[in-house]
C-alpha cells in the first residue's frame, strides 16, 4: 500500500525520496520515544532511592484497621463500619483482609474474615494449564 498527501509533497511514499524520508522520519520519532522511556526509568529509579513513596496514600492507618478488624471480629457489619470512617465497603473489606496491611508479607498470610452479605463477590480462579 502506498500513501500520497496531496497539500506535502514531501509526503509520499510512490518515490524512492518520500520513502526515505518518511523511514528517517519513523526511526527519529522511535528514538525519542525510547529516549523518553529511558528518562522515566532513571526518574523512577532515583525517586525509589531517595524514598519516595508511590500510589495513593492508604485511607485507613494501622491503628484504624485494628479497630475495625476488632468490631467485624464483634459482629458488627462492614456497611456499619464503612459509615463510621467515612469509608466505602471494599475499603474496610481490602482492610480486613490486609490486602494493604505492611506486616503480611509472601510468607505470611493475612487473615480472610468470613464472608459477609455485604462483602463484595468472591472471585473464581480458573484451573490453569
Known amino acids: 500500500m502506498q500513501f500520497r498527501s496531496l497539500a506535502d509533497h514531501w509526503c509520499d511514499t510512490t518515490t524512492p525520496h518520500g520513502r526515505l524520508l518518511l523511514t528517517v ?7 525519542e520515544r ?7 526509568q532513571a526518574g523512577i529509579l ?4 531517595l524514598g ?4 495513593r496514600k492508604p485511607k485507613l492507618n494501622p491503628k ?3 479497630i475495625i478488624a476488632e468490631r467485624y471480629a464483634q459482629g458488627e457489619t462492614m ?18 483482609r490486609g490486602a494493604s496491611e505492611p506486616k503480611y508479607g509472601p510468607n505470611v ?3 480472610v474474615p468470613p464472608a459477609a452479605h455485604s462483602s463484595p463477590p468472591k472471585l473464581i480462579r480458573r484451573p490453569t494449564g
Do not use: H, Y
Not at 456499619?80 to 481490602?94: G, H, I
Open 25 to 31: 522520519l519513523g526511526g527519529l520519532a522511535e528514538f
Open 34 to 40: 525510547s529516549l523518553i522511556t529511558a528518562r522515566t
Open 46 to 49: 532515583r525517586a525509589r532511592e
Open 52 to 55: 519516595v513513596a508511590f500510589g
Open 64 to 66: 484504624q484497621r485494628g
Open 79 to 96: 456497611a456499619a463500619l464503612a459509615k463510621q470512617f467515612a469509608v466505602s465497603e471494599p475499603t474496610v473489606w481490602r482492610a480486613l
Open 109 to 111: 498470610a493475612a487473615p
